[in-house]
């Protein structure tokens, strides 16, 4: 079974950066299509972004399209999110998690802790 | 984009009751409906997917059916353990992958 740890949240004030990152263990972490989600305080989930085994496909929520970037180091097992422009609406705990490996519909089988994010002047 | 609706948002159950959670697509999604548990303070947990698959190691109480635009989370009889938020998702119309709003499910 995959572990996956998220690290790299933190206090940043508007207009910031941060860059998540995620760690899997287990060597099948290149087979899988990757997300990010995320979840305000007290609130629901929300998907962020994912990308497919190679990281060629990128795909995002319009609302951090072009503030945010998710990439993926396969010989590293890791999983990244570069946050930009930072909103206080990009606070929450952002959760990595793994799609399950089916040709449509995947669910998302494994999750990591979540790193908090928080942003605030 | 496909907007998913659950209801009811919460809901009060008494330890053995039959619980039922609805999740509602504004498009059809097949069979490609699933379900997950979030405890307090712990990361969601994959109870069901493709609608009515038993994610490995979850408890027979929980079964899900539907098809289309219509799905259905059922606990046969609420444990003390199952009291937490669950919500629906689909990863088959995207981007965007969406959520349902969640269901809390608290004691009686």
């Known amino acids: 079974e995959v572990q996956l740890v998220e690290s790299g949240g933190g206090l940043v004030q508007p207009g910031g950066s941060l860059r998540l990152s995620c760690a899997a263990s287990?060597?099948?972490?290149?087979?899988?299509?990757m997300s990010w989600v995320r979840q305000a305080p007290g609130k629901g989930l929300e998907w962020v972004a994912n990308?497919?085994?190679?990281?060629?496909?990128?795909y995002y929520v319009d609302s951090v399209k072009g503030r945010f970037t998710i990439s993926r180091d396969n010989a590293k097992n890791s999983l990244y999110l570069q946050m930009n422009s930072l909103t206080v609406e990009d606070t929450g705990l952002y959760y990595c998690?793994?799609?399950?490996?089916?040709?449509?519909?995947?669910?998302?089988?494994?999750w990591g802790q979540g790193t908090l994010v928080s942003v605030s002047s | 984009d496909v907007q998913m609706t659950q209801s009811p948002s919460s809901l009060s159950a008494s330890v053995g009751d039959r619980v039922t959670i609805t999740c509602r697509t504004s498009?059809?999604?097949?069979?490609?409906l699933n379900w997950y548990q979030q405890k307090p303070g712990e990361a969601p947990k994959l109870l069901i997917f493709?609608?009515?698959t038993l994610q490995t190691g979850v408890p027979s109480r929980f079964s899900g059916s539907g098809s289309g635009t219509d799905f259905t989370l059922t606990i046969s009889s609420l444990q003390p353990e199952d009291f937490a938020t669950y919500y629906c998702h689909q990863n088959y119309i995207t981007p965007p992958v969406t959520f349902g709003g969640g269901t809390k499910v608290e004691i009686k």
């Open positions: 287990g060597s099948s972490f290149s087979w899988y299509w």
């Open positions: 998690a793994r799609e399950g490996g089916y040709s449509y519909g995947s669910p998302l089988d494994s």
């Open positions: 990308t497919n085994q190679d990281g060629s496909d990128r």
């Open positions: 493709r609608a009515s």
């Open positions: 498009q059809s999604i097949s069979t490609y």
